[in-house]
């Protein structure tokens, strides 16, 4: 997807060892469709060469605001008026810490003293030792930097250059990548806590067999991304399948409808959004054999007998939090034909304010799908779009339907 198609990133690099990831973010950023400038500063040229981001960025690159290249030579005021954002990543201890003082030696510190506050955001990638990232002076910075309107990314945790482990190492270009599409996602859903439930679930028959469907979680999970980067605090309940957790939502791994719904349960008290999105058996065996099954001389089949299943959407639905509004349950319809008249009737029996219909042999494991949404004042179609796309129209739909807006 060309997500970043018409935005112009100021992508500023500082002194530090992840500079080396600055180059794989700048082609992340321009493979999304971003036009990216690079600005450097004299310490983060001992760690990546211009040549290098030049190449890259196909632009040249600055890195002092001495440089006679610019017609006016004004770099700070023309680089920080053409740009949507300002990406620092790199972002050294120092370079924050300059910010805070409001000082402007550098070309860097200089454009970003000199940005028009309302209309350049700016974001910072810290990157730095985990003991001078825990310092006082540090976390000090990072609450002034907050309290100036800048964005401070997370930190990531793991092993260090310097040899150290902990807090403190840069995201990675993809993880940055998805921090700024995300900021650039509308803020409808802040202060909302999204419940989500996806993928299959899976039935156990015996220790090596089961039964489950073919429901990729690719739609539910695309959904957590959109309603996380939508502002919410996501939960999500996942059934067995191999998706990365989307960044920043909270993760539930469960097998079984029964182990779903306890999730669910844990979590609902606090939700103000269930959106079931799982394609959760019908039928289990009423019990699971300790031992595998094994085949017989007489050649017949094992006789299998099957219980229903909770009905995890209806039974939040109708609690009473589901009933008076407090929580606003979403419900999805997998169906193969007549959808508009199997959606219409599945909202009904779910007793849910919204029910999602599709065509499930069109979108099981597939990235793109298209949607009905049903509702008691109609229906509207989402036409067919990549999954995260129709996410975030999805998202916006329930934003307006609960009656929250946009805060940015
Ligand atoms: O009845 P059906 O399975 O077609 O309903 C689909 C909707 O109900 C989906 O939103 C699905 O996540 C939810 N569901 C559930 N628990 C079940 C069965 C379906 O939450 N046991």
Redesign the pocket.
């Known amino acids: 997807m060309n997500e970043l198609a018409g935005k112009h990133i100021l992508l500023g690099l500082t002194g530090g060892i992840a500079c080396y990831k600055a180059a794989d973010l700048c082609r992340a950023l321009i493979k999304q469709g971003a036009t990216v400038q690079v600005v450097m500063t004299q310490a983060a040229a001992q760690f990546i060469t211009p040549v290098t981001m030049q190449a890259l960025s196909q632009r040249p690159v600055y890195d002092s605001q001495w440089d006679s290249r610019a017609d006016n030579n004004m770099l700070h005021i023309t680089l920080s008026r053409a740009a949507d954002a300002c990406l620092i990543a790199p972002a050294s201890a120092d370079f924050m810490a300059k910010l805070v003082q409001g000082r402007a030696d550098d070309l860097l510190s200089l454009l970003c003293l000199a940005r028009p506050l309302a209309r350049l955001p700016l974001l910072l990638a810290p990157a730095m030792n985990r003991e001078m990232w825990a310092h006082p002076a540090t976390q000090r910075n990072v609450a002034q930097l907050l309290a100036d309107g800048a964005t401070v990314l997370p930190v990531g945790q793991g092993e260090q250059a310097c040899g150290e482990t902990g807090d403190g190492r840069m995201l990675e270009a993809l993880e940055l990548l998805d921090e700024l599409l995300a900021f650039f996602q509308p803020k409808t859903l802040v202060g909302q806590h999204v419940l989500i439930?996806a993928g299959p679930?899976y039935e156990a028959i015996d220790p090596v067999r089961g039964i489950t469907n073919l429901s990729s979680g690719k739609m539910g999970f695309a959904l957590a991304r959109a309603a996380r980067e939508a502002g919410a605090q996501v939960s999500l309940v996942a059934g067995p399948v191999s998706l990365d957790t989307p960044r920043g939502v909270q993760r539930w791994n469960v097998r079984s409808?029964d182990e779903?719904?306890a999730a669910v349960n844990q979590e609902i008290a606090s939700a103000t959004v269930f959106?079931?999105?799982?394609?959760?058996?019908?039928w289990r065996p009423a019990a699971a054999m300790a031992q595998k099954i094994k085949k017989t001389p007489t050649g017949l089949p094992p006789a299998i007998e099957f219980v229903?299943?909770?009905?995890?959407?209806?039974?939040?639905a109708q609690s009473e939090r589901g009933r008076s509004g407090a929580l606003y349950c979403?419900?999805?319809?997998?169906?193969s034909h007549d959808l508009l008249a199997q959606t219409q009737a599945?909202r009904v029996?779910?007793g849910v304010p919204l029910?999602?219909g599709n065509i499930g042999p069109d979108t099981f494991g597939r990235d793109d799908n298209a949607l009905l949404l049903v509702d008691a004042d109609g229906s509207s179609e989402l036409p067919r779009n990549a999954k995260l796309v129709l996410a975030r129209q999805l998202i916006t739909e329930i934003a307006h339907r609960i009656g929250v807006g946009a805060r940015s």
């Open positions: 439930t679930t409808a779903m719904l959106i079931a999105c799982a394609a959760v058996a019908d229903e299943n909770p009905d995890i959407l209806a039974t939040v979403v419900g999805f319809a997998a169906e599945k029996r779910k029910l999602v």
